[in-house]
């Protein structure tokens, strides 16, 4: 199914019912992208092959918007109602748009084929070159996002068999998942208010590419990303071997060179879901963040081009995503949580307060046994500090999970929450009952130092959790959730290095967390 | 408790979830460099900056005539009591302007003798190159860490904000040059040529006011250290930099283990970037403070005194009104490892006298504490009240005793191979085991 000349002689039998469905999802999921949504294109047919087969949707002949070289980049990613979404990135330009006039806008995406339909994509969002905004560096250290290409989609239908674009075969979702990656915190650091260069040319001071390529070779069914893809913030200085040429800002060119060019085999591996980092708030690579990656729907409103919108467009609703046999993820967007504890009228704590009401809501749902929530921000976890206690976690999700929740902090059934941000790797099992917590932070940014071993007497991630155990380390890695075998539910939880190399075990049951190994694991 | 005081730190310029964007005027933290925004002060006027410090942002033009006078001062011997204690006495311009030990010092202190026999500093004296690189003490809190952390000034412990104000601490240490008070000193230089040279500069008062001549040698002192002779950037690992030059195979792997945070992790803290060819991003300090909690050195007059400890950054923190200043008992500037292989002794109390010892240490102080510390509690040379902020988490000092440690022996062994790269040209013969034909 990857090659689309073989595309072309599938059969037709069944192939319009499932293209206008494919032609609905995508019109439906597009919202104000560039160019004149009024011609949308999306359920246009499609000229024919050959003229004895009018009716078959299949490629024309060099159909340019479905050219392989245009793709940058094609994935699927769980939306917010467990919808497949598949998207790709594509450098194609319209001849005819690129002489002024008024193309159809979808007619810059290519062609998807599934089960053997061909259906062209909904353009998400064109190219543009967004005006310079304020963003978390001096304007003298900041220029205009440039995003001179185009971002397609589809939903896939929930029956789909096999998919491709552009001869790319796309991952499909499984019903129940058995390996789930979980990683986050992947890009490469160019921050020059830290001075803080990593060489992003050097496979082990920046090993994302090699940990993403050692992650694929296990054959995840999901990836799980929570957050921080992009670090390249600042222009490497012209004496620095280490990052020259390479891409900063928050354009294109920065989210693939820390992105979508070293994680592409895991992109074709596995579809995603998406949690946003501290990195995709608005002030910094959040115009990439709503273009590229946010499951919904894409609005000028939510693009972050207007720092006047910030506010709206800092925070998202949570959902959850269905792992099958009674488990499910709950998604929640912590981009903008600050550091500090907020009174109950500060705006963050009243948006954060409302969405918490509803993962309170998604976690109750009926019929789950395991529900897992995510954020990037360690919320019963820890930052270690060299030469003093670890810090808590974030103090602004708890005032307001304390709030609604006292010291359970969490709605009743959450079990396991999973966090990014911390540059390290935590497995926290509490004896007060809190829901096991899991840290996997250390997907190629510079690692943070190692959790003090033992931990200092007493030493909790907030008030009113009793630790039972921890097991931590602070070296490049990830970890693959591994569905446990029936009739047991829950996962079980792997920690592994850049290599391969398993360092721990833990299995889940309920809120509870049993590791092979405690304290520090060395590499 | 001292989380507490950190988080107070963290939060000044912070209101809810969003930090307030600096306003205040900037500070000049090295010279030449552009102001850094200040976003808090802390205690009673420590910035807390809104950038890292890029020392190549410095710009070192100091005006010549008064480094000349500064270079002067600086070897004149008359400027002790009694005389024949000069600067260059413990900063030695033949061993990278760090210490040659007296005999006496070597068989006991280990730290530099001052101007009276029998008489030794109490703490180690650092090499003078590259000192011109260290910034004004300042906080400084990345935006995914959870604490500010101070970084910069002068001393072990931080005390003086500028080699201007560092100046006057050998001056007057009665271990050290031992010139009393300012006005003693005054008296004595009002003798010499120098006194109508710094006059010159600054100003008749000098020569009536003792705190004027005070920091008048200061300023001249600082300018000679500020000049380009204090920065050669002449090592081998100088020439890898700038011209790829390779560095041994034993050395290579050196630098690989520095640099690994599994392994050495040493960059960590003695920051380096190998593939920039600007040698100023690479001096082996981030100008920060760790508590590394090396051992006692029993050797030291002072540390006869069972109950006396050497607090470091502690003590500055008091005096400038830092909150909860004893979250900063046993911190020391890191240090910078230029020429660290000339060096007689090391570390700030001067306990090791091998470059292997002092790199050794760190990979087996957890793993193998009773080595190190020979039969006296861990951690001897911090009061038990504060080996809370001793860093225990950092690779390699963070494995449990008995666990096996991050490097091996011929892992120590390429480190100090690496280590030995940093030393400028004029003094490669001064390394121990160096070809007879560098020395």
Redesign the interface.
């Known amino acids: 199914m990857g090659n689309p000349k073989e595309n072309r002689r599938a059969g037709a039998a069944t192939r319009v019912g499932v293209g206008a469905i494919l032609a609905v999802l995508a019109t439906a999921a597009v919202l104000h992208g560039c160019g004149s949504d009024s011609t949308d294109a999306a359920a246009a047919p499609v000229a024919p092959a050959t003229p004895a087969a009018p009716a078959a949707p299949v490629v024309p002949a060099g159909d340019a918007a479905s050219a392989s070289a245009n793709l940058q980049a094609a994935w699927v990613e769980i939306g917010d109602s467990n919808q497949a979404i598949a998207r790709v990135i594509t450098s194609y330009v319209a001849p005819a748009a690129a002489a002024g006039s008024a193309l159809p806008s979808n007619a810059l995406c290519p062609l998807l084929t599934v089960d053997g339909v061909q259906q062209r994509m909904a353009l998400r969002v064109g190219a543009g070159a967004m005006p310079l905004r304020t963003t978390?560096s001096a304007a003298a250290d900041s220029k205009p996002s440039d995003f001179p290409v185009s971002v397609c989609e589809a939903t896939l239908p929930a029956n789909a068999a096999a998919a491709s674009v552009a001869g790319q075969t796309l991952p499909l979702p499984k019903a129940q998942p058995q390996r789930v990656l979980v990683l986050a915190d992947t890009g490469c650091r160019l921050k020059?208010?830290?001075?803080?260069?990593q060489?992003c040319s050097?496979g082990?001071?920046w090993p994302f590419a090699a940990l993403a390529a050692t992650a694929a070779g296990m054959n995840p069914d999901l990836v799980l990303h929570i957050g921080d893809y992009h670090y390249r913030e600042n222009l490497c200085?012209p004496?620095?071997?280490?990052?020259q040429g390479t891409p900063w800002g928050y354009g294109w060119d920065t989210w693939q060179a820390d992105l979508f060019k070293p994680a592409a085999a895991l992109m074709a591996k596995a579809p995603w879901v998406v949690v946003r980092g501290?990195h995709e708030e608005c002030a910094r690579a959040g115009q990439g963040w709503f273009r590229f990656l946010d499951p919904r729907p894409y609005s000028d409103a939510r693009s972050c081009n207007d720092p006047a919108n910030d506010g709206n467009a800092n925070y998202s609703e949570p959902y959850a995503v269905a792992l099958g046999t009674g488990s499910q993820v709950i998604v929640f967007d912590s981009a903008?949580?600050?550091?500090?504890a907020?009174?109950t009228n500060?705006p963050?704590f009243i948006a954060y307060q409302k969405q918490f009401q509803t993962v309170g809501w998604l976690a109750a749902r009926p019929g789950m046994s395991t529900t897992l929530f995510t954020n990037h921000h360690p919320i019963l976890a820890f930052?270690?500090?060299?030469?003093?206690?670890p810090?808590p976690g974030n103090l602004?999700l708890q005032s307001v999970m304390s709030n609604a929740n006292a010291q359970a902090y969490y709605p009743v059934g959450v079990h396991v929450a999973l966090h990014g941000?911390v540059h390290d790797f935590q497995a926290i099992n509490f004896a007060s009952g809190h829901p096991a917590t899991i840290v996997s932070g250390n997907g190629g940014d510079n690692?943070d130092?190692?959790?003090?071993?033992?931990l200092?007497p007493g030493t909790i991630p907030a008030p009113g959790t009793v630790i039972d155990k921890i097991t931590h380390h602070?070296?490049?890695g990830f970890v693959m959730m591994e569905r446990n075998a029936s009739p047991a539910t829950g996962w079980t939880f792997k920690a592994y290095s850049v290599a391969g190399k398993l360092m721990a075990t833990c299995v889940q049951t309920s809120n509870t967390l049993a590791c092979d190994k405690t304290?520090?694991l060395?590499? | 408790m001292?989380?507490a005081a950190?988080?107070a730190i963290?939060?000044l310029a912070?209101v809810?979830?969003?930090?307030l964007a600096a306003s205040p005027p900037g500070v000049v933290l090295t010279p030449g460099a552009p102001p850094a925004g200040v976003v808090a002060t802390i205690g009673n006027g420590t910035p807390k900056v809104?950038?890292?410090?890029?020392p190549?942002a410095a710009v070192f033009r100091p005006d010549p005539g008064l480094a000349a006078l500064g270079k002067r001062i600086f070897f004149d011997a008359r400027l002790s009591e009694p005389r024949g204690t000069s600067c260059a006495a413990c900063h030695d311009p033949a061993r990278a302007f760090a210490p040659t030990l007296s005999p006496a010092a070597l068989a006991g202190p280990r730290v530099p003798q001052g101007s009276r026999p029998g008489r030794f500093s109490l703490r180690n004296a650092p090499s003078l190159l590259y000192v011109r690189y260290v910034p004004r003490r300042h906080f400084y809190q990345?935006?995914?860490a959870?604490?500010a952390s101070p970084f910069g000034g002068l001393f072990a412990d931080g005390r003086a904000d500028t080699l201007a104000e560092q100046a006057r601490g050998p001056l007057l240490d009665p271990n050290e040059m031992n010139n009393g008070t300012p006005a003693s000193l005054l008296s004595k230089i009002r003798g010499t040529e120098l006194a109508p040279a710094l006059a010159r500069h600054f100003g008749a008062a000098v020569q009536t006011d003792p705190e004027q001549m005070v920091r008048a040698l200061g300023k001249a002192l600082e300018a000679y250290l500020q000049s380009d002779e204090m920065a050669p950037f002449s090592s081998r690992f100088d020439d890898y930099l700038r011209h790829r030059t390779p560095l041994a195979p034993q050395e290579a792997r050196g630098l690989a283990l520095f640099?690994?945070?599994?392994k050495g992790n040493c960059m960590?803290c003695h920051t380096l970037?190998?593939?920039?060819?600007?040698p100023e991003?690479s001096l082996f300090t981030d100008f920060g403070y760790?508590?590394i909690a090396v051992p006692r050195n029993r050797a030291l007059a002072a540390n006869r005194d069972p109950g006396h400890f050497d607090n470091g950054l502690c003590d500055s923190a008091r005096r400038l009104r830092w909150p909860e200043p004893e979250?900063w008992c046993?911190?020391i500037r890191t240090p910078g490892l230029r020429n660290v292989a000339v060096r007689q002794s090391f570390m700030h109390n001067g306990v090791f006298t091998t470059l292997r010892d002092a790199v050794a240490f760190y990979n087996t102080r957890s793993t193998d504490p009773g080595k190190w510390y020979r039969g006296a509690r861990t951690f001897d040379d911090v009061p038990a009240a504060y080996r809370?902020?001793?860093?225990?988490?950092?690779?390699p000092m963070?494995?449990?005793a008995g666990?096996?440690p991050?490097m091996t022996e011929a892992e120590i062994d390429d480190l100090v191979a690496f280590l030995r790269t940093l030393t400028d040209a004029p003094y490669t013969g001064l390394m121990p085991g160096a070809p007879a034909a560098q020395r």
Request: charged share 20%; aromatic share 4%; glycine share 8%.
């Open positions: 978390a020059k208010a830290d001075n803080a260069y060489p050097d082990t001071a200085p004496d620095i071997a280490g990052c501290n903008k949580a600050g550091k500090t907020l009174p500060d963050q930052a270690p500090v060299a030469g003093n206690n810090a602004a941000h690692l130092v190692a959790l003090p071993d033992p200092p602070s070296s490049f304290g520090f060395a590499p | 001292s989380a950190r988080a963290a939060v912070c809810g979830g969003a930090c809104t950038a890292k410090v890029d190549t990345d935006d995914d959870p604490y640099k690994n945070p599994d960590s970037a190998d593939t920039a060819s600007r991003r760790d508590a979250q046993g911190y809370g902020n001793i860093n225990i988490n950092s690779t963070n494995r449990r666990t096996a991050a």
